[in-house]
């Protein structure tokens, strides 16, 4: 077990509909990144928050936003959900910003029908 | 071509076997690799992690790189049952989490 967690475990909702992940990081650790993970595409890192501010921007479309509140757990909403949005999104966290050792959660995943 | 290439099985051997994972990437200016494993349902962990070409060992596991040819290895010796899992590499220019490219990764399947 990472420390991890994320909520919910799986997630089935319809096209054009908005959804909301969440994710808790290790005890101690500051840093939030955010990933999707298709067949297709691999691990694809979206976006990274230190400490409440966005840290880094990866390929994170303009549908789908974050953020980390005060007690650093954080949010991914994916809107205008397409077919293409199904995938396992995982969540991440690091003790700080520039850290390689991330420490990944079970993840959600996500089927848009 | 894709940045970072592995080859997506799955692979199977025989518990005991001598297994390599390997990975070919594109930017030569990579210089910090990692191995990550991912069992079915879980997030991927953290396996190894190396800088610049060589070999590192790990118990039961060596990273190689070959900067000069492109080309990562993963060697897992007296594979066990408990190995089955997707194996992925990531690369990266310099040591930040979130600049890490992935591989699709590799399934390995070890049959008792």
């Known amino acids: 077990d990472s420390g991890v967690t994320q909520t919910p475990k799986h997630l089935i909702t319809a096209t054009g509909q908005r959804v909301t992940l969440r994710c808790s990081p290790r005890?101690?650790?500051?840093?939030v990144y955010w990933y999707q993970q298709s067949l297709d595409q691999g691990l694809q890192f979206l976006i990274q928050?230190?400490?409440?501010?966005?840290?880094a921007k990866g390929n994170i479309l303009e549908r789908f936003s974050a953020q980390q509140f005060p007690d650093l757990h954080s949010e991914l909403n994916l809107s205008s959900l397409e077919l293409g949005d199904s995938a396992l999104y995982f969540c991440?966290?690091?003790?700080?910003?520039?850290?390689?050792?991330?420490?990944f959660g079970p993840g959600t995943r996500l089927t848009v029908t | 071509q894709k940045e970072v290439e592995q080859d997506p099985g799955p692979l199977s051997v025989p518990e005991g076997a001598i297994v390599s994972l390997n990975c070919t990437y594109s930017?030569?200016?990579?210089?910090?690799f990692m191995w990550y494993r991912q069992y079915s349902r879980k997030g991927p962990e953290l396996l190894m992690y190396?800088?610049?070409?060589g070999n590192k060992e790990d118990g039961r596991f060596t990273a190689q790189v070959d900067k000069s040819s492109k080309y990562i290895s993963l060697f897992i010796r007296d594979s066990q049952p408990s190995d089955s899992a997707t194996y992925l590499c990531?690369?990266?220019?310099?040591?930040?989490?979130?600049?890490?490219?992935f591989g699709p990764g590799t399934r390995l399947s070890v049959l008792p």
């Open positions: 991440a966290s690091s003790v700080n910003a520039a850290s390689y050792e991330q420490y």
């Open positions: 930017n030569s200016a990579f210089q910090y």
């Open positions: 990531a690369m990266s220019l310099d040591n930040y989490g979130q600049n890490f490219v």
């Open positions: 190396t800088y610049s070409s």
């Open positions: 928050y230190y400490n409440g501010e966005e840290r």
């Open positions: 005890s101690g650790d500051l840093s």
